[in-house]
T-cell receptor, first 113, second 112 residues
Framework: GAGVSQTPSNKVTEKGKYVELRCDPISGHTALYWYRQSLGQGPEFLIYFQGTGAADDSGLPNDRFFAVRPEGSVSTLKIQRTERGDSAVYLC???????????FGPGTRLTVL | GIQVEQSPPDLILQEGANSTLRCNFSDSVNNLQWFHQNPWGQLINLFYIPSGTKQNGRLSATTVATERYSLLYISSSQTTDSGVYFCAVVGVTGGGADGLTFGKGTHLIIQP
């Protein structure tokens, strides 16, 4: 069984550009989460999907960040007008159900120049 | 929101030693997980343990939910145990209700 996959593994972009990060959860997992990890810190929660809907987006830092999960499986995190402070590793996790054990993907390292 | 404190922040041990890592949390939890983050950044699941005791080889964990703490035990340490150990919880109440709140981690170095 495949784990959580994320693409790309690395993304370098210029300040002001738009980026999309993709997450493919474990098959059958209805819950999907996005986190962001800065150097030397623990991951910080961004948004949680149950099925197709964003059940909790309280961790999104501002309106430049948006995420979708249109068919209840793959999710895309979208960042508009990127800033240097957005540089971090973006992690995706999935779980079988709400409050269930979460399994993490390898992350996408985003660098904004 | 819920607060998670891990101790010690750093730990250096010789190969073969035993260690205990602690995680304190400020509210009741629906989920508590221990992770090992390897040098490539991958978060590896160690335990899903909102309460009780579990063991997996040289590792074991205990969560005392009523006293709001969890302990991770590593016995007979190996150099491959080096890395950062995170405790993460989902609180019963509060914002970010279903996302994990992580502690700052314990950075473990096992010397040969």
């Amino acid at each position: 069984g495949a784990g959580v996959s994320q693409t790309p593994s690395n993304k370098v972009t210029e300040k002001g550009k738009y980026v999309e990060l993709r997450c493919d959860p474990i098959s059958g997992h209805t819950a999907l989460y996005w986190y962001r990890q800065s150097l030397g810190q623990g991951p910080e929660f961004l948004i949680y999907f149950q099925g197709t809907g964003a059940a909790d987006d309280s961790g999104l830092p501002n309106d430049r960040f948006f995420a979708v999960r249109p068919e209840g499986s793959v999710s895309t995190l979208k960042i508009q007008r990127t800033e240097r402070g957005d540089s971090a590793v973006y992690l995706c996790a999935s779980s079988l159900s709400r409050a269930g054990e979460q399994f993490f993907g390898p992350g996408t390292r985003l660098t904004v120049l | 929101g819920i607060q998670v404190e891990q101790s010690p922040p750093d730990l250096i041990l010789q190969e073969g030693a035993n260690s205990t890592l602690r995680c304190n949390f400020s509210d009741s939890v629906n989920n508590l997980q221990w992770f090992h983050q390897n040098p490539w950044g991958q978060l590896i699941n160690l335990f899903y343990i909102p309460s009780g005791t579990k063991q997996n080889g040289r590792l074991s964990a205990t969560t005392v939910a009523t006293e709001r703490y969890s302990l991770l035990y590593i016995s007979s340490s190996q150099t491959t145990d080096s890395g950062v150990y995170f405790c993460a919880v989902v609180g019963v109440t509060g914002g970010g209700a279903d996302g994990l709140t992580f502690g700052k981690g314990t950075h473990l170095i096992i010397q040969p």
